[in-house]
């Protein structure tokens, strides 16, 4: 069995309906997945927004539970985290950093062999070599930010906008970018199986 765990900001809107969507999907495929969700900023408890649960249900998906807030003992249970943004994965590693090698934005794992993560690869090495430079004083060659900047520009967003507060269309867009996301990343949880 394969654990998955869903992070976002409040645990009321993205990371329910993914946890919801990518549930569905795997049991649709006969996966042996086990989903949960997780925010890095809430308490337990609060109820899925309004929108989030209309949205699930225009798509016949059960919705979750009230909130969880992410825990020591949530990242530990995960074989795999995924997050709605990079802000999330940071919060996530900075406070449980023995979780790097399982943690991702959802995107990230969604496009995990996707040549573009040869491109991010490349932009946080130089990024990394650019902050170690800076903090001794020196520069990164003219070349390297060239390409830092060029990578910058050609890489896709790998954060899936909050839709909260917005209106039932903005959580329906927002539905889409994340089942879009989860068909792809089945499919690699159906080669982890």
Same mark, same amino acid.
């Given at each position: 069995m394969t654990r998955v765990l869903i992070v976002?900001? &409040?645990?009321?809107c993205r990371s329910p309906m993914a946890e919801a969507m990518l549930r569905s999907l795997t049991e649709e495929r006969g996966l042996d997945v086990e989903v949960r969700s997780a925010g890095v900023s809430t308490v337990d408890g609060l109820p899925v927004s309004p929108n989030a649960a209309e949205t699930l249900r225009k798509r016949g998906v059960k919705k979750p539970s &009230?909130?969880?807030s992410l825990t020591g003992e949530g990242t530990k249970w995960a074989? %795999?985290? %995924?997050t709605m943004t990079a802000g999330h994965k940071r919060a996530v590693l900075e406070k449980y950093p023995e979780a790097e090698v399982k943690t991702f934005t959802l995107k990230e794992f969604a496009l995990k062999d996707d040549p573009v993560m040869d491109d991010l690869a490349e932009a946080e090495r130089l990024f990394a070599e650019y902050?170690?430079?800076r903090a001794l004083g020196k520069e990164l060659p003219q070349e390297d930010r060239e390409r830092l900047a060029e990578l910058q520009r050609r890489l896709p967003s790998f954060d899936?906008? @909050?839709?909260?507060g917005g209106p039932l269309e903005v959580y329906e867009r927002c539905a889409e970018e994340i089942m @879009?996301? %989860?068909k *792809?990343?089945? @499919?690699? %949880? *159906?080669t982890n199986d």
């Open positions: 976002c900001t &409040g645990n009321t &009230g909130s969880t074989d %795999l985290i %995924l902050q170690t430079r899936i906008a @909050d839709p909260y @879009d996301a %989860l *792809r990343s089945v @499919d690699k %949880l *159906r």
